[in-house]
């Protein structure tokens, strides 16, 4: 039954995504027209934004949820983009970064200790490291260890190979 329901919300967001997405893709470029002709792009955020919030403003006999379909966005984003405006003006319109803004996991004083342990025992792999790691209190997965020896360029010679090979093997 839970597995029917996880299936059944995971097509219903798919769906809802896909609308999403062609809605932006099929809405036209408008056009103003007054002392000096603009196009706004659905590309630009910021101007098309903008653009929905000057309309819904300055139309009486339209619901909000009908400007906001014309511009690709539902009612309930329109009243998000409209509380942004408010409070930020138009940097708030701009699409922020998503995702986190720092790397909380692997901060400067982990990096640091992990080079720490890799330069005091070369031949420690990424798991052991990982271990010394936890039993100090940090919190820290194999794979994050590995991404920072990486990026460093700590590995040991051959070390790819040898990983093949234990692959290969198993």
């Known amino acids: 039954m839970f597995f029917c329901f996880r299936n059944i919300f995971f097509i ?10 062609v809605m ?5 470029v408008k056009l103003l027209e007054g ?32 400007i ?5 966005y539902t009612r309930e984003h329109f009243y998000v983009i409209k509380k942004a405006f408010e409070t930020e003006g138009s940097h708030g319109l701009a699409d922020m970064h998503k995702g986190p803004k720092s790397n909380y996991r692997r901060t400067k004083e982990v990096e ?14 990424s798991e052991v490291i990982a271990q010394k790691m936890q039993q100090l209190g940090i919190n820290i997965s194999q794979r994050s260890v590995e991404r920072t020896i990486n ?17 290969k093997l198993q």
């Open 12 to 21: 219903y967001l798919c769906r809802h995504i896909l609308n999403y997405i």
């Open 35 to 66: 002392i000096i002709p603009m196009a706004i792009d659905p590309k630009d955020p910021v101007a098309w934004k903008l653009l929905m919030l000057f309309e819904a403003a300055t139309t009486q006999n339209i619901s909000i949820e009908e």
């Open 24 to 28: 932006k893709k099929d809405v036209p």
């Open 151 to 167: 990026e460093y360029s700590l590995q040991k010679k051959g070390y790819i190979k040898q990983i093949r090979k234990t692959r």
């Open 112 to 125: 640091k200790q992990i080079i720490r342990f890799r330069f005091l025992d070369p031949e420690a792999s």
């Open 68 to 72: 906001a379909r014309r511009y690709g």
